[in-house]
């Protein structure tokens, strides 16, 4: 716990409650109820700062597994090919602290893994978990904190395959362009 953290507790009558979450939920490694969780998921959210202190909030996704548990205090993922910005890696570089939240949906069950990561280039990387892509580089992250996420504010969410070959007459925009910058409101295709 930081010192922020103790004086709003103290403030809001919170610290007893917090010190018994934090001596009965929070792990500096992976059980292996953990270890099981994080190795089935599709999803993560990967939380950086870089040396200032500016955040970035970053959504990874992948088949089961994709995710990969190397002990109770490490975690490996593949890094792909995006925009170009590469704004989570660029903050790993000047800070190498992780949030990683790992959110089952459908059965309203959350992980978050506080540590530290560093970037790994290695050509003897394992597998591509994703048939067909090839990642550049990998990111190792150190376990630090691992704790459930309370599950009453997670909302349970159905998988829905995506659908392919569905055709209209008017053109969908790219998904990239849907927050375009120059303000205009891409046009939606009907039902």
Request: proline share 8%; charged share 30%; net charge negative.
């Amino acid at each position: 716990m930081n010192d922020g953290e103790r004086r709003l507790q103290d403030h809001l009558g919170t610290r007893e409650r917090a010190d018994a979450f934090y001596d009965r939920q929070v792990l500096a490694q992976l059980n292996e109820p953990m270890r099981r969780f994080v190795e089935r998921q599709e999803m993560m959210f990967l939380a950086t700062a870089d040396a200032s202190g500016d955040c970035d909030n970053s959504f990874r996704a992948g088949p089961p597994g994709f995710v990969r548990v190397l002990d109770e205090r490490r975690i490996t993922w593949p890094e792909y090919r995006g925009n170009g910005v590469l704004a989570s890696l660029g903050n790993i570089v000047e800070n190498p602290r992780v949030g990683l939240l790992f959110v089952d949906f459908q059965e309203s069950i959350g992980l978050h893994v506080n540590g530290s990561a560093e970037i790994i280039d290695d050509p003897d990387a394992p597998p591509d978990p994703v048939p067909g892509r090839r990642s550049r580089l990998w990111v190792v992250a150190r376990v630090e904190e691992a704790y459930i996420h309370c599950a009453k504010h997670i909302p349970r969410l159905m998988k829905v395959p995506r659908q392919r070959g569905h055709h209209t007459d008017v053109p969908a925009p790219k998904k990239s362009d849907y927050f375009s910058v120059d303000g205009a409101v891409p046009a939606c295709t009907p039902g």
